[in-house]
């Protein structure tokens, strides 16, 4: 029996794993939609914008690993597509993006919504294709989908209207190869080079990044026997718990100095599973062994003097049987004492902020992770709002942080939130946006409601684009009228919505608002009128920012005062 090529793309997805697909209904779409209505195995979950699908797709396909899948119509239904899939690109997580085309016989004679989808999913997508015939499809769509998981990112395939309802004649092959990348092993003479720099080395500290998720047990079996430090990017936070002994922080920003410090300070830095941007941050004498699947990673952030190709599980798992250990562990006791004495500068800033007069944000992250479960997800939006998490939330280890890591865009948590509560209802999903990301795709919400996916949402209401501001003073300019708005009540909105929706506005209301929102039965927001003028506590800020902070001040008292 024939099946047409909506049929089939149905059950190949369902073959592969997927279980939710999140998009816009449109005309393009419907017969594929009829047929994941007919075949009722898979959730078709429709969004009030189709960047919040792919937000969604990518969201769950960081969490997971595998594909998620989002669609839109023709023309501007997939074009929206286009910001929210760079969410998938730059976190190299598995997303098929399908979008309808305009009848065959329609192209290239300017008709209505007519574009030219592969050259415009060119940059976002690893691989982008027309099914032109009924005949193409099921080597496309396998081709799609194997390219999504070898390229760790978005494929994407155009249907045309005519070409998407119509019958194929073959039948899809080969489903077994559609799956995550396999764990290659690094070169043995390569480990034993590693193992003797680090054996002659006094101190070694640890990166640890994202690529290491699946081996964090031996990494931190491999640091007590090290006597070394584990110093992890903002997307491997969650991996341990936050009062881990190992677990000396992050860096850059979105970390503190006892971590950069210790980079810096030691002799050899094992670099795992981590292509960290900000090579300002990274020590540019210390000794650097990188161990990375992806070949094209090793050394391009920092001087490498020892890059190693494979994954870090059986990196590290090798190297525990080759090293021989270190018992001196005076490198570990100064870093373990610096980590100490920062957590008690962050302690004292969260208990001043509880006998002041206005709600600092950090005590909003800080009883946001003291209250939530300890499995919880929390989504993060990027802005001053990823600062404030990032230093004051307090891990169990259990829970899963998920933000715009790499893209670094503004409006992203919502739909990203979507899609990991869609995975597990049961699980309690954090979302902690600021008030101009939230505002960005806040019709998300909706989507929410509707599926019943009980997110429950933190709005940081510093009334300004807080980070923008924060830049602007750094290069001590006055905050320009641009970077100010007016909001609306965000609890009134929730329950204009049919939720419920709860305030803020003073320190002694804060853990009792909290506890009423993580307590809600269903998609809830708080609106937390933090203070504006918080600063973030920033590791080894320079002097003459120092003067420009102060500088900008000065310029905004003026202007409030003359106007001018």
């Not at 769950?60 to 998620?68: D, E, F």
């Not at 881990?244 to 410090?261: F, S």
């Not at 290069?475 to 709860?502: E, I």
């Not at 039965?521 to 009128?529: E, K, R, S």
Request: glycine share 10%.
């Amino acid at each position: 029996m024939s099946s047409t090529v909506a049929e089939i793309l149905v059950e190949t997805l369902h073959q592969v794993g997927v279980r939710q697909i999140f998009g816009v209904v449109g005309d393009a779409l419907n017969p594929f939609t009829d047929a994941i209505r007919r075949d009722g195995r898979i959730e078709w979950i429709g969004v009030r914008h189709e960047e919040g699908a792919a937000q969604a797709a990518a969201g769950q396909a960081k969490l997971t690993g595998k594909l998620g899948v989002c669609c839109g119509t023709t023309g501007p239904g997939a074009n929206h597509l286009v910001a929210g899939l760079y969410e998938a690109k730059k976190d190299h997580a598995p997303v098929l993006a399908i979008s309808g085309g305009v009848p065959s016989s329609r192209r290239g004679i300017d008709y209505l919504q007519e574009n030219t989808p592969d050259l415009l999913f060119r940059d976002v997508a690893a691989y982008t294709q027309t099914i032109n015939s009924a005949e193409q499809a099921p080597q496309v769509i396998h081709e799609a989908i194997a390219q999504a998981y070898a390229n760790r990112g978005v494929a994407h395939i155009s249907i045309p209207a005519d070409v998407i309802g119509s019958e194929a004649p073959g039948a899809m092959n080969s489903l077994q190869t559609l799956r995550p990348l396999a764990d290659g092993t690094p070169p043995q003479e390569d480990l034993q080079q590693a193992a003797d720099m680090i054996d002659a080395a006094k101190s070694v500290a640890i990166l640890v990044g994202h690529g290491s998720r699946s081996a964090i047990a031996e990494i931190t079996a491999l640091a007590e026997k090290l006597q070394a430090p584990l110093i992890h990017t903002f997307r491997a936070k969650d991996m341990l718990p936050y009062d881990h002994p190992h677990w000396i922080g992050g860096v850059g920003l979105i970390g503190g100095a006892p971590g950069i410090d210790a980079l810096h300070a030691a002799d050899v830095m094992l670099m795992l599973g981590s292509d960290y941007p900000y090579s300002e941050f990274l020590p540019s004498k210390t000794k650097i062994i990188q161990i990375d699947q992806r070949s094209f990673a090793l050394g391009r952030r920092a001087s490498v003097t020892l890059g190693i190709v494979g994954a870090v599980k059986p990196a590290v798992e090798r190297l525990l049987q080759l090293i021989q250990g270190k018992t001196d562990d005076t490198f570990f006791k100064k870093v373990s004492e610096d980590r100490r004495k920062w957590n008690e500068m962050l302690d004292k800033h969260t208990v001043n902020s509880r006998h002041q007069k206005k709600i600092k944000p950090q005590a909003v992250a800080r009883t946001l992770g003291e209250l939530a479960d300890d499995d919880a997800a929390f989504v993060i939006d990027t802005g001053v709002v990823t600062l404030w998490c990032g230093n004051w939330l307090r891990q169990s280890g259990r829970q899963r942080i998920l933000a715009s890591f790499n893209n670094a865009a503004v409006g992203t948590s919502l739909g990203q939130a979507n899609g990991v509560q869609a995975l597990d209802r049961n699980r309690q999903v954090i979302v902690a946006v600021g008030d101009g990301g939230f505002t960005m795709l806040l019709g998300e919400f909706m989507t929410s409601i509707e599926h019943k996916l009980p997110i429950k949402v933190v709005v940081f209401n510093n009334r300004e684009w807080g980070l923008v501001h924060l830049e602007m003073e750094e290069a001590g300019l006055p905050a320009f009228d641009g970077s100010n708005f007016t909001n609306m009540d965000f609890a009134a909105f929730a329950h204009a919505c049919g939720a419920q929706g709860f305030s803020a506005k003073l320190p002694d209301q804060l853990d009792n608002a909290i506890r009423e929102l993580l307590a809600a039965p269903g998609p809830a927001i708080l609106n937390v009128f933090i203070d504006p003028a918080e600063l973030p506590v920033m590791p080894h800020i320079k002097l003459d920012q120092i003067w420009r902070f102060g500088l900008a001040k000065v310029k905004e008292s003026m202007i409030a005062m003359t106007g001018s």
